[in-house]
C-alpha cells in the first residue's frame, strides 16, 4: 500500500520544474493522509515537527508560480483512468458532479459570496457567507459499492474579485452550465464517452444543448449523455401530430401538455420491476416516455418511478437509455455526497486560510452579491493567485482522498488484516477511505520515525530537519 502511495508521487515527478517543489508536494499529499487534525498549514508542520520558517515555506508553496495546477490535475486524470477502476455503461464513464457550500468569513478572501442555505435545519442561517465549489469526480469499483473518486474542483462564484465581470448573455456562465463544462472537457481531452449524472438544480435547457453540442464520430452519437432528476413543476408535450391537410403557416411541433407529476395518477400505465434503489433491491413501478421539452427544444427520455422513497423523475438525453438502468445510476449519485463529507470531515480540505491584503475588505455581514467590490486592476495578479491558492490546496486534498480509495478497491483484504482499531459493524466489504486512512497514517509515522527507509520519506525527512538543523547551527 505505502509503495503505491509512493509510486504514484514519484509519477508526478515531470510535473515540477524542480525537484524541491515536487517534494513539498509530496509531502502535502502525505500530509493531509497522515496527519490526525487539519485545520491549515498548521497541521502540516505538527505533523512534520517544524517550525515557523518551514511553515511560511509551506505557506508560498501553494503561491509558487513553478508549478502548475493545470498540468497536476490532467496528469492525475490520465492516472485514475490507467488504474482501470471506473465503472462503465455501455461502454461510457459514469461522471458524477455536484457543488457545495463552504462558510468562510475572511473579509479579504477573494471568490467569498453570499449564499443561501436550502438545508432545513433551523439552528443553519438562511444567508451565510463563503465559497462555492463545484466538483466532479469518476464513480470507481463496482455499481454496487462504489466510490466517487474526484477529478476537478474549482470556485464557481465570485468571479468579479479576479476582474471576470462579463455580463453578455452569451459568454456569462452559470453554476449548471460550469459543472457540465468542466465534466465535457474532462472527455474531449480524454476522447472518453461518458454519463454525467446531476440532481433537480441543473435540469435546464442549455444544459442538453451543450452536452449535445460536442459529437463523437466513432460512437456517431453525443460524447456526453446526460441523466438528470427532474423538477416537480416541469411539463413536456406529446410530438404534434401530422395533419393530413397542410393548412397556412408553420406545422405546429408542439402536441398536448403534461403535468409531469400528474403522471403519477394514471397508475394503471406503470409496470413493476425490480430495482436496486440507494443499495435495496426493491419492488417499483416504473414507466417511461420520450418527451418534447421546450428548453432543450428536443425529445427527452422521461423516466417515472414509484419507490418507496417517494416518486422520482428523471431526464435522459439518450434516447436508447433503458428505465430501470438509468434509475439504477441514479441512484449511484449520492456517493458524490459522500465524497464531499470525506473531504471536508475526514481531510480537513476546505480548511484553508489564505487571504491578500490587495483585495477590498468585504463586509462580514451577508448582502447582495451584485453589491462585491471590484479590485484595482493593478491588484488582480496577486488576488488570482490567492484565488487559485485555494484550489491548488484542495486540488491536492483532493488527490490524497483518491488515493485511499484506490487503496481500498486495491488492497481491501491487507487494509482489513492491518486495521487494529475499533469498528462496530463493516457496512461493506470494501474498507471506508476513514478506516484506510487510519491504517495509512500509522504506517507513515512508523516509516517516518524509522530513518524513513523509502525513497520519497527519505527525501523529506532529510529536506526538512536537515535545514532544521543547519538554521539552530547558524544561530
Not at 408553420?250 to 394514471?266: A, T
Amino acid at each position: 500500500m505505502i509503495a503505491f502511495i509512493f509510486k504514484t508521487l514519484d509519477s508526478f515527478r515531470f510535473v515540477f520544474a524542480r525537484s524541491t517543489t515536487w517534494l513539498i508536494f509530496c509531502a502535502m499529499v502525505l500530509g493531509f493522509i497522515g496527519a490526525t487534525d487539519m485545520i491549515g498549514i498548521s497541521s502540516f508542520c505538527r505533523f512534520y515537527s517544524i517550525d515557523g520558517k518551514s511553515y511560511n515555506c509551506l505557506l508560498h508553496f501553494f503561491r509558487y508560480s513553478s508549478w502548475s495546477l493545470v498540468a497536476v490535475s490532467l496528469h492525475w486524470e490520465k492516472f485514475v483512468l490507467s488504474q482501470n477502476c471506473t465503472v462503465n455503461s455501455n461502454g461510457r464513464t459514469i461522471i458524477l458532479g455536484d457543488h457545495t457550500f463552504v462558510p468562510k468569513d475572511g473579509r479579504r478572501m477573494p471568490g467569498v459570496v453570499t449564499l443561501r442555505q436550502n438545508s432545513e435545519t433551523q439552528s443553519k442561517p438562511s444567508y451565510f457567507r463563503g465559497h462555492c465549489w463545484g466538483a466532479i469526480g469518476f464513480l470507481v469499483g463496482s455499481l454496487t459499492t462504489p466510490f466517487c473518486l474526484p477529478i476537478l474542483l474549482s470556485i464557481h462564484q465570485g468571479h468579479v474579485h479576479i476582474g471576470d465581470n462579463s455580463k453578455d448573455k452569451e459568454s456569462r456562465q452559470t453554476l449548471v452550465t460550469r459543472v457540465v463544462q468542466m465534466a465535457i472537457e474532462v472527455a474531449i481531452r480524454n476522447n472518453l464517452p461518458s454519463i454525467l449524472i446531476l440532481d433537480a438544480y441543473f435540469p435546464s435547457g442549455i444544459a442538453f444543448k451543450l452536452a449535445n453540442s460536442v459529437w463523437s464520430i466513432t460512437l456517431k452519437q453525443p460524447l456526453m449523455t446526460l441523466i438528470i432528476r427532474a423538477k416537480k413543476n416541469y411539463v413536456a408535450y406529446f410530438p404534434a401530430q401530422e395533419k393530413k391537410e397542410r393548412g397556412r403557416g408553420r406545422p405546429s411541433k408542439y402536441g398536448d401538455k403534461i403535468k409531469l407529476m400528474e403522471v403519477f395518477d394514471q397508475q394503471h400505465l406503470f409496470k413493476k420491476a425490480l430495482c436496486d434503489i440507494y443499495g435495496k433491491t426493491e419492488e417499483i413501478k416504473i414507466l417511461s416516455s420520450d418527451l418534447l421539452w421546450k428548453p432543450s427544444c428536443s425529445l427527452i427520455r422521461f423516466v417515472f418511478a414509484k419507490t418507496s422513497r417517494g416518486s422520482i423523475v428523471l431526464m435522459c438525453s439518450d434516447l436508447t437509455t433503458d428505465p430501470l438502468h438509468a434509475l439504477k445510476l441514479y441512484c449511484s449519485r449520492t456517493r458524490v455526497e459522500n465524497m464531499f463529507d470525506m473531504l471536508k470531515n475526514l481531510l480537513g480540505v476546505f480548511r484553508y486560510r489564505f487571504w491578500t491584503k490587495r483585495l477590498p475588505a468585504e463586509s462580514r455581514k451577508p448582502k447582495k452579491n451584485k453589491k462585491l467590490k471590484n479590485p484595482p486592476t493593478t491588484n488582480l495578479p496577486a488576488i488570482k493567485r490567492c484565488w487559485e491558492a485555494y484550489e491548488r490546496f484542495v486540488m491536492l486534498g483532493a488527490i490524497s482522498l483518491g488515493l485511499l480509495q484506490l487503496i481500498s478497491l486495491k488492497y481491501s483484504d491487507t487494509v482489513w488484516n492491518q486495521f487494529s482499531s475499533f469498528l462496530r459493524t463493516r457496512s461493506r466489504s470494501i474498507p471506508s477511505e476513514r478506516t484506510v486512512k487510519i491504517v495509512i497514517s500509522n504506517l507513515l509515522v512508523i516509516n517516518f520515525h524509522s530513518l524513513a527507509p523509502t525513497g520519497i520519506l527519505l527525501k523529506i525527512h532529510d529536506y526538512f530537519f536537515r535545514k532544521k538543523a543547519t538554521e539552530s547551527f547558524n544561530t
